[in-house]
């Protein structure tokens, strides 16, 4: 009987840790949940990129929210555990659904919602799309896929600061890069930059931007000398300058070899089964992100 009742209170406790999203307190006051490395088309749940908060004295930002309702209520629910403070500002860093879907979760909070000047726009244009993908991998009927579009819009080259209680954040937007509407958060006082998807560690980058662009983000960053970056997919580096140099020699790599390849006149499917081969072990879902990168960006470079 002991150890049936035993056994009961074990299957209880996983059923509650199930629906509890781990956290990671990276710096003080700075709280990350790492998705899991799944491609959207294969299993995709909604749970797949970081998402996470930061606690001032006064108040707390969310940072992305996660790919459904269901991971932006566990969000909230992981906020509330750690403190009663009003949620002032829910920020997201770029349009793709993964980030996006749980922001509906804060309504009650009444927050600001933050982004890049271009995510408003962006959001409509893959409404659709994006409602097409939830009901079809989340099982969520498309009205209950809701966008909240932000209304503190941040624009390129003109960073802008909230304030936590003790507590200051620049936000920064990024001219087209990883997507048309990368924004970032720099908590200055322990120079944490939450880079998003302009970062990616294990996982291999997703390009829906412009590859110069982003090479030239990273540029940027590599010279920030923060002390912690956050990716948008995978495990905060030890490392930065490393991890920094890693993602960008994909990229140049890439770049490199698709130039290379309209130069001989290369077809697609060969440009396909050939660029950035060299890279496959250092990724994971290397095969299709990669193709798929090398769709997106060949025939944009074939007009330059
Ligand atoms: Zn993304």
């Known amino acids: 009987m002991k150890i049936i009742l035993y056994l009961l209170l074990l299957i209880n406790a996983q059923i509650i840790f199930a629906d509890d999203l781990s956290f990671k307190e990276i710096q003080p006051g ?3 949940h790492q998705g899991e490395h799944l491609d959207v088309d294969h299993g995709y749940h909604g749970d797949i990129c970081n998402i996470g908060f930061i606690i001032g ?4 930002a969310v940072i992305d929210t996660g790919g459904s309702l269901k991971i932006g209520r566990q969000l909230l629910k992981a906020i509330r555990e750690k403190t009663s403070l009003p949620i002032s500002y829910v920020i997201n860093t770029h349009v793709h659904l993964d980030h ?6 804060f309504i009650s909070e009444n927050p ?3 982004g890049h000047s271009e995510l408003p726009k962006a959001m409509l244009l893959r409404k659709e799309f994006y409602e097409i993908t939830n ?7 498309p009205e209950e896929s809701i966008q909240i579009p932000p209304s503190l819009l941040i624009s390129v080259n003109k960073p802008q600061e909230i304030d936590l209680g003790n507590r200051k954040l620049r936000l920064e937007a990024f001219p087209s ?3 048309n509407n990368d924004l970032i958060v720099v908590d200055i006082n322990t120079k944490t930059a939450w880079l998003a998807d302009l970062m990616f560690t294990e996982r291999t980058p997703s390009m829906d931007g412009d590859i110069h662009g982003w090479i030239n983000a990273l540029e ?3 010279k920030s000398n923060y002390e912690v970056i956050i990716p948008g997919h995978g495990t905060p580096p030890t490392n930065n300058n490393k991890a920094i140099g890693k993602i960008k020699s994909y990229l140049e790599l890439l770049r490199n070899e698709i130039r290379q390849a309209i130069d001989d006149g290369m077809d697609l499917q060969d440009a396909l089964d050939t660029i950035a081969r ?3 072990n250092k990724w994971e879902l290397f095969d299709v992100q990669n193709a798929r990168n090398i769709n997106m960006v060949y025939p944009i470079m074939e007009w330059e």
């Open 30 to 32: 700075i709280y990350v």
């Open 278 to 280: 060299s890279e496959k």
């Open 220 to 222: 940027k960053i590599e």
């Open 100 to 105: 996006i879907y749980g922001n509906a979760a």
């Open 57 to 60: 004295d006064q108040s707390v």
């Open 112 to 114: 600001i919602f933050v």
């Open 177 to 179: 890069a990883h997507t």
């Open 135 to 141: 009901q079809n991998f989340l099982n969520i009927p």
